[in-house]
């Protein structure tokens, strides 16, 4: 039973466009959602949560949306870079991020030039 | 950001042998780190977590007698797979939590070929 769920294994957005990365989950007790970057060989990297109470949050180049009714949030990056190339998970917990993390498959984005 | 060093980063043995795998925090103290697997084009799944100082809690469908866990300090922690068998072979992959900004920092993770 997937709770988490990433269904786009992979994107591909030019430089300087925005990047839209999905995800969904089914578990209404997730209080707590977080992104991680992943580049290959490196373990996942923190880059941005957001708590059930909050419907957006910012962070620079990256904001995240949560949508409650719909089980949904999204990660936004603009613009995009190159260097933004990677595997991003989307985890969801209780009761913040350092408790037990479910996480999605993954979403390979991909920048071009 | 706080770092998480796991080691080795690939370790491929015969069946029937045991081998540790080591998740050290480098720059914090750790009082909970986390244990996670990943079988190919699936997510990180959660296998236990790992207090400093106490057993570890292990989730659901977790061996507790085939993944030893061991906690003794505030920065390390150790994942032992004993006996390992073919379909042991995964990446494993640790965490630890900061008590200050309550997320989880994470290792590079091991690459386990269990022959």
């Known amino acids: 039973d997937q709770q988490v769920k990433q269904n786009s294994p992979s994107l591909s957005v030019q430089e300087g466009r925005i990047s839209i990365l999905n995800c969904d989950y089914t578990?209404?007790?997730?209080?707590?959602f977080l992104w991680y970057k992943k580049y290959p060989a490196e373990g996942p990297t923190f880059l941005i949560s957001i708590s059930s109470i909050k419907d957006k949050n910012e962070d620079g180049r990256f904001t995240v949306f949560l949508n409650k009714s719909a089980k949904h949030l999204s990660l936004h990056i603009v613009p995009s870079q190159p260097g933004d190339s990677a595997v991003y998970f989307c985890a969801a917990s209780r009761g913040g991020g350092g408790n037990k993390l479910t996480f999605g498959t993954g979403t390979q984005l991909k920048v071009e030039l | 950001g706080a770092v998480v060093s796991q080691h080795p980063s690939r370790v491929i043995c015969k069946s029937g042998t045991s081998v540790k795998i080591e998740c050290r925090s480098l720059d914090f103290q750790a009082t909970t780190m986390f244990w996670y697997r990943q079988f190919p084009k699936q997510s990180l799944m959660l296998m236990a977590t790992?207090?400093?100082?106490?057993?570890?809690?292990?989730e659901q469908g977790v061996e507790k007698d085939k993944f030893l866990i061991n906690h003794a300090s505030l920065t390390l922690s150790t994942l032992t797979v004993t006996s390992a068998h073919p379909e042991d072979s995964s990446f494993y992959i640790c965490?630890?939590?900061?008590?200050?900004?309550?997320?989880?920092?994470f290792g590079a993770g091991t690459r386990l070929s269990v022959l």
């Open positions: 578990n209404s007790m997730f209080d707590y």
């Open positions: 965490s630890a939590r900061t008590g200050r900004q309550n997320i989880q920092y």
């Open positions: 790992s207090n400093e100082g106490s057993k570890a809690t292990y």
